[in-house]
């Protein structure tokens, strides 16, 4: 069965410096991999999406990168600030897989 | 919140009674989901929609029906709620298909006690 991977620590940084999060996936391939923010008591929210013929994608902070050989994204947010504190949840898609999420990984930034 | 309302946002009800949940667009999208979240299960997919009158099942289906007799309404509901089914639902639209941006509502807080 599909499977997908966030590191279920949180992730606890200095502001300003760089944030990584990982995504990994098992068990499908995916044509594309969405990243989605979300605090808490709301909805997630949409914030990059990655075809599988790209290899990177940049959104003023943000980076995400997908890797189809390792079967991985990695979602990067530069100089970071205490309001990107936050979940993140990566989602792969595409074709007829039903929309799968990761649990997510909480990211704290600390001033 | 991409023209999406749920509601109710709040309900405590009680085991064995029926439940509807109804999500509300307003931006005319094709694809409708329900989802749980659940600490220590992330996000799961109940069932989604196709377009008026078209449902599948999702990850997590028992237990609960859908329907949608407009494009623009999604009703979820628990027939005979149990104490699992306790948690928050999330409402999503996306524009024509699984691979698109979803957008979410902001979310349904149910206790079943």
């Known amino acids: 069965s599909q499977k997908i991977e966030q590191n279920s620590e949180a992730l606890n940084i200095q502001e300003g410096k760089t944030a990584t999060l990982t995504c990994n996936y098992t068990n499908y391939s995916p044509a594309y991999l969405q990243w989605y923010r979300q605090d808490p008591g709301r909805g997630p929210v949409f914030l990059l999406l990655i075809r599988e013929n790209e290899k990177e994608k940049r959104k003023e902070r943000l980076k995400v990168t997908f890797d189809t050989t390792l079967k991985q994204s990695l979602f990067h947010i530069t100089a970071s600030q205490p309001a990107d504190s936050a979940t993140y949840l990566c989602a792969p898609s595409g074709g007829s897989y039903i929309p799968t999420f990761g649990r997510g990984t909480s990211l704290i930034v600390h001033p | 919140d991409a023209g999406i309302t749920q509601s109710p946002r709040h309900k405590v009800t009680e085991t064995g009674t029926p439940v509807t949940l109804r999500c509300h667009q307003t931006?005319?999208?094709?694809?409708m989901y329900w989802y749980r979240q659940d600490p220590g299960h992330g996000l799961r997919l109940i069932h989604y929609s196709y377009g008026v009158k078209d449902t599948d099942k999702g990850e997590v289906s028992d237990g609960y029906s859908v329907s949608r007799s407009k494009t623009e309404d999604f009703l979820l509901t628990l027939e005979s709620a149990t104490s699992s089914q306790t948690s928050v639902y999330f409402c999503?639209?996306?524009?024509?298909?699984?691979?698109?941006?979803?957008?979410f509502g902001p979310g349904t807080r149910l206790l079943v006690l």
């Open positions: 931006e005319n999208h094709r694809y």
């Open positions: 999503a639209i996306s524009e024509s298909g699984h691979q698109e941006t979803q957008y």
